[in-house]
């Protein structure tokens, strides 16, 4: 018997009932979820506990979870000069209906609040002291060592997957081939970091990916707010001006761009020019 299901479809935790999942992690953690403070996203679920930390639930069909497993968040742990909160354990079990497992880390509670969507649609006018404290972070996970490979939405990160997705919106694009592999968050966006105290959460897709994903990730990220876009630019310059960086923002340009465009995307035309630039540097490089 196969524990894939490829003809499951998606669940989106936002609308899917979950009262009995957190009953579980309540019996399972020993602790009571304050219900009232419940945040759920398309596949994780957290809430704050009475003991005062805060309990992140995800789900994950079973032919997602890969040979390194999916323990991104306990692994992030032993990550030093990172700011983060502190991870303290964890339960995972296998759901007993589906292919599907579900796993619950609980950390300290963040510093501050979560900075917004996703995607920003207005400047959250952060200090300069938080400006340093993320740079200070990303240049020291890049700095790392990890066996783990990035897998951004579940799907891990490859030269193949980097080439596919650029060529399946610029198909005549110059060599693309990745130099440099560094340890990234994979899946920063305003929604994972915190102010006005800067802290860097959600680590499940955390591993070695190409230079500069994260930056260009956050960059794709801030193009609704044009002054917001341009202070990234500025503060991971080194990033950007690297090959595998221009290469990774041409990539989060492709997502943007690509098949799926939504017409109505305030971030196309500044992808778009973006990745005009790009590919026209690549060309001269």
Known sequence: MTLSAPTYKAVDLRKQPVDQTLDQVERSLRTRLDRDTVVRKRRSVGARTDRDTWVRVERRLVDKI???GWNGTECAARLKGIAQPEWQACVVWRDADEPVMWRADETELLPGDPIGAAVLSEDPNLPDEWWRAFSSSLDALAAQRTSRVASPDTETITQALVTGTIRAAFPNSPDIAVEQWVPAHADLNWANMSAPTFSLFDWE???????????????????????LADRVLRERRADFASRDGKLMTLFVCSKILGPDAHPQDPRLEPARHMAEQILQDLQTD
Do not use: C, F, T
Request: charged share 15%.
């Open 205 to 227: 897709d955390w591993g070695n990916a190409p230079r500069g994903l994260d930056s260009a990730s956050l960059w794709a990220s801030s193009l609704a707010v044009p002054a």
């Open 66 to 68: 890969g040979d390194q």
